[in-house]
C-alpha cells in the first residue's frame, strides 16, 4: 500500500486528523509507516474510520511503531496479553474521569496508544484530546521559564486506588503498587521527534511537583490542569463502530466522556514502549 493514497484532513488548528486512503488490515511498507509517524508527530492524534480490523492487525500495527507495553489495571484478549479490554457497561461503569496521559506512573510512558472501537453506544461516548505543545505555547514567557526546571511524582495509586480497591482487588492492588512505584518526571518534556517543549503534568497520575511546597504544589498543578483543558487545544472525536484513534501520548492528553451509562461500550487498546521524558 503506498504512502499517496493517505490523506490526513486536519480537524482542529491545535491537533487532530482524520486519515483516508489506508487499509489498517493489509500489511503497511516501510514508506506508508514512516508517512504515518510523520502525520502523528504532526497532528498529535489520528483517526480511522471503517477499519474492520481484528486485535492481530491492531497488535501489528502498533509492533512497526516500537515494542509493546501491557496495563496491570485491566483484562486483556486471550492469547494477545498486548491487547487491552476497556468495557463499560450498566453493572461496570467506567471510572476514569480526568484528563491523563497514559501510564505515566511508568519510567517509560507509552509513546502512543490505538484504541479500536468495538461496541459504542448509539449517543454519548466521545473523547476529548488536547494538545499540550499548543497548551505550553500559550504560557506566558516567564512561566515557561518557572516551570522548565521543575519535576513532579506520578503515581500508579493516585489513579487506581479505587478501581483496584474493590472486593476481591486487594491482592492486584498490592501487587501492582509493589510493580510500579512512584517515578519521577519533569514538569515540561521536550518531544524526542518534534523538538517542541511539552506539558508533563496530569490529573490522574501527578501527585506533587517536588521542588515547591505542598500548598505551593498543589496550586500550580490546579492552574495547569485548567489550563489544558481550554477549547482552543481540544479537538473531539465521535466513535462510531470499527473507527480507530491512533495518539501521540508524549504530545497529548485525553478525556472520556463519560455520558452514555447504562449503554454498552466495548474498546480494545494497544500501547507502545516509549522512551524515559526529559
Excluded at 80 to 108: N, Y
Excluded at 135 to 149: G, N
Amino acid at each position: 500500500m503506498s504512502s499517496e493514497n493517505l490523506i490526513a484532513t486536519p480537524l482542529t488548528a491545535a491537533l487532530g486528523a482524520e486519515v483516508t486512503g489506508i487499509d489498517l488490515t493489509q500489511n503497511i511498507s516501510t514508506e506508508l509507516y514512516q508517512a504515518l509517524r510523520k502525520a502523528l508527530v504532526e497532528h498529535q492524534v489520528l483517526f480511522f474510520r471503517d477499519q474492520n480490523i481484528e486485535p492481530k492487525h491492531q497488535r501489528a500495527l502498533a509492533q512497526l511503531f516500537g515494542p509493546l507495553q501491557t496495563h496491570p489495571a485491566y483484562g486483556t484478549v486471550p492469547g494477545l496479553p498486548e491487547v487491552t479490554i476497556l468495557e463499560s457497561t450498566a453493572q461496570t461503569p467506567s471510572k476514569i474521569e480526568q484528563w491523563h496521559t497514559d501510564m505515566t506512573f511508568r519510567a517509560h510512558p507509552p509513546m502512543g496508544t490505538i484504541l479500536r472501537s468495538r461496541v459504542v453506544p448509539e449517543q454519548g461516548g466521545d473523547t476529548l484530546w488536547a494538545s499540550m505543545s499548543a497548551a505550553y505555547d500559550a504560557l506566558s514567557p516567564a512561566l515557561q521559564k518557572f516551570l522548565q526546571p521543575l519535576t513532579a511524582a506520578h503515581d500508579f495509586r493516585h489513579g487506581f486506588r479505587e478501581s483496584l480497591a474493590e472486593p476481591g482487588g486487594e491482592v492486584r492492588l498490592a501487587q501492582a503498587i509493589t510493580e510500579n512505584p512512584p517515578v519521577i518526571h519533569p514538569v515540561i518534556r521536550k518531544h524526542p521527534e518534534s523538538g517542541k517543549r511539552l506539558i508533563f503534568v496530569n490529573e490522574l497520575f501527578t501527585t506533587h511537583i517536588r521542588e515547591l511546597a505542598l500548598a505551593e504544589s498543589d496550586h500550580i498543578l490546579a492552574l495547569l490542569f485548567e489550563h489544558i483543558r481550554s477549547p482552543e487545544f481540544c479537538c473531539r472525536f465521535q466513535w462510531s463502530e470499527n473507527a480507530v484513534a491512533f495518539w501521540d501520548n508524549r504530545s497529548t492528553q485525553h478525556k472520556p466522556i463519560n455520558d452514555y451509562f447504562p449503554a454498552h461500550r466495548l474498546m480494545e487498546r494497544v500501547t507502545i514502549d516509549g522512551d524515559m521524558p526529559y
